[in-house]
């Protein structure tokens, strides 16, 4: 051990933890990431190969083609478009730039597990609004708004039960928060939602000032691997959160394979269709065995397991699948290929006609994340 003195938010946060590796050496059905099964678009590798021949030289900073490309697919100025490092590098220069030390950021919870890290590092206070049945208190979000407030942020769809608020909903919830606090949507699987009445917020950025929309390519669009992601707000939003974001962070090669695949809205589109169909299949299935799951808009479900919801992972795990567990609460899991997700359904079957089990048993454990 050393002396060196570290700062306190450190020792109240933990590492990330990723999807380990079997005992057996072989890696598990990788179903707790959220990645997309379907290998890269069309083109994209051929893309990513002629861009390296130019990897001696660092990459355009502003990512300049890129940034024009998503502002002509949003229809919008490209000053209002800012590239980052994956959407999660965004939040955290959204985290850093908005609000001094002490202010508040609401978000609801559970939700994105980061949020809270990236807010404890930032010398923010954490207001956590508990989920309603699975979905954000929007109503109760907005009561928990006061002049500390700096910066709210909706998971839509939520991560990682899934759920999602409506278009309308998020209007009205803009409507009542001062024109001073920032509302970020993060919107990282808006493309598998398809539930009446939801959208995205891209929509709204003309009616509200103060809106921000976090999109990534890690999802859909199947870059999980080069780390890219943008978002869409007002330009002098964007300008100053272009100082906290570090230079080069989006390689060459993430921001060619991005704009190609930008490009590929057909193809993605299928892909698309093809994990919604997988994730009906899915939820049906384990509704079918007694399971209590919501109605799922992400590329993933949401097993609301309680007290059972480590063991149930461990249970996987020791069939090759691996799942993201939280503590007392429940189990995410992603869709994969057919036969990942036959491989799960067929665990999930073992575990609920095993003797004595009861699904959806409470025991109070406290809550984390576990990748098991």
């Known amino acids: 051990?050393?002396?060196?003195?570290?700062?306190?938010?450190?020792?109240?946060v933990a590492s990330y933890a990723p999807t380990p590796v079997a005992s057996t050496g072989e890696p598990p059905r990788p179903l707790s990431a959220n990645e997309t099964p379907h290998g890269p678009l069309p083109g994209v590798l051929e893309a990513i190969?002629?861009?390296?021949?130019?990897?001696?030289?660092?990459?355009d900073?502003?990512?300049?083609?890129?940034?024009?490309?998503?502002?002509?697919?949003?229809?919008?100025?490209?000053?209002?478009?800012?590239?980052?490092?994956?959407?999660?590098?965004?939040?955290?220069?959204?985290?850093?730039?908005?609000?001094?030390?002490g202010d508040e950021v609401?978000?609801?919870?559970?939700?994105f597990e980061l949020y809270a890290e990236l807010a404890e590092l930032a010398g923010l206070r954490s207001v956590q609004v508990p989920l309603a049945d699975g979905v954000h208190d929007l109503a109760a979000m907005a009561d928990r708004v006061t002049p500390s407030t700096r910066m709210v942020v909706v998971c839509n769809p939520n991560n990682p039960t899934g759920t999602v608020v409506t278009r309308e909903e998020i209007r009205a919830f803009l409507a009542r928060v001062p024109s001073d606090c920032l509302v970020v949507l993060d919107e990282a699987y808006i493309e598998y939602t398809r539930a009446a009445g939801a959208g995205s917020g891209v929509d709204l950025l003309q009616e509200y000032g103060n809106l921000v929309v976090l999109r990534?390519?890690?999802?859909?669009?199947?870059?999980?691997?080069?780390?890219?992601?943008?978002l869409l707000a007002a330009a002098d939003v964007v300008t100053q959160l272009d100082k906290p974001c570090l230079p080069y962070a989006v390689n060459t090669l993430a921001q060619?394979?991005?704009?190609?695949?930008?490009?590929?809205?057909?193809?993605?589109?299928?892909r698309v269709e093809a994990t919604v169909a997988e994730r009906t299949r899915v939820r049906e299935a384990l509704?079918?065995?007694?399971?209590?799951?919501?109605?799922?808009?992400?590329?993933?479900?949401?097993?609301?397991?309680?007290?059972?919801?480590?063991e149930f992972g461990r249970w996987c795990m020791a069939r090759g699948v691996a799942v993201r567990a939280f503590a007392g609460e429940g189990v995410r899991v992603t869709m994969g290929t057919v036969r990942?997700?036959?491989?799960?359904?067929?665990?999930?079957?073992?575990?609920?006609?095993?003797?004595g089990r009861a699904a959806g048993r409470h025991s109070g454990e406290a809550m984390a994340g576990v990748d098991v």
């Not at 502003?62 to 590098?89: K, M, P, Q, W, Y």
């Open 61 to 101: 900073a502003r990512c300049r083609e890129l940034t024009g490309a998503i502002a002509r697919f949003h229809g919008v100025d490209a000053g209002r478009v800012l590239v980052g490092g994956g959407s999660v590098a965004l939040l955290q220069a959204l985290f850093q730039a908005f609000g001094e030390v």
């Open 1 to 12: 051990m050393t002396n060196i003195r570290f700062r306190a938010a450190l020792g109240r």
């Open 256 to 270: 060619r394979a991005a704009e190609v695949a930008l490009g590929l809205q057909e193809e993605l589109a299928l």
């Open 216 to 230: 990534t390519f890690s999802k859909a669009y199947g870059l999980a691997g080069l780390r890219v992601g943008y």
């Open 287 to 310: 509704l079918a065995l007694g399971l209590p799951v919501p109605e799922a808009q992400g590329n993933f479900v949401w097993i609301g397991l309680g007290g059972d919801a480590v």
């Open 340 to 355: 990942d997700n036959d491989v799960f359904l067929e665990a999930v079957a073992g575990w609920a006609g095993a003797p």
């Open 106 to 111: 609401v978000y609801a919870w559970r939700s």
């Open 49 to 59: 190969a002629a861009a390296g021949a130019a990897v001696n030289r660092y990459p």
